[in-house]
């Protein structure tokens, strides 16, 4: 999994839902732990039975350590906003 792979899941899970793309996650989640992103946030996303918005949220979080792990090295937290639309499992992130 690469960068750009991680951006175009973020973006499917916003359209479809998770459950549309677990497999997909799964490989997230195992590049995740690689490249150092937080583990209380790959173990929330990889648990199936934490609530969807919570998992969503994890996503966006490890989507943003990820781009900074590209650009400056080790991965760290990134402030993020996130809105979760429940209707369609819709994901806005935007990095302060």
Do not use: F
Not at 22 to 44: K, R, W
């Amino acid at each position: 999994m690469n960068t750009l792979q991680v951006e175009r899941l973020v973006d499917n899970v916003g359209a479809d839902g998770l459950r549309a793309h677990e497999s997909s996650l799964t490989a997230l989640v195992e590049y995740a732990h690689e490249m150092g992103a937080s583990t209380v946030l790959v173990n929330l996303l990889a648990d199936r039975r934490e609530p969807e918005v919570a998992r969503i949220r994890a996503l966006a979080r490890i989507s943003g350590e990820l781009g900074t792990h590209r650009a400056s090295g080790p991965a760290t937290p990134v402030p993020t906003h996130l809105v979760a639309s429940t209707t369609r499992s819709a994901l806005v992130c935007a990095t302060a």
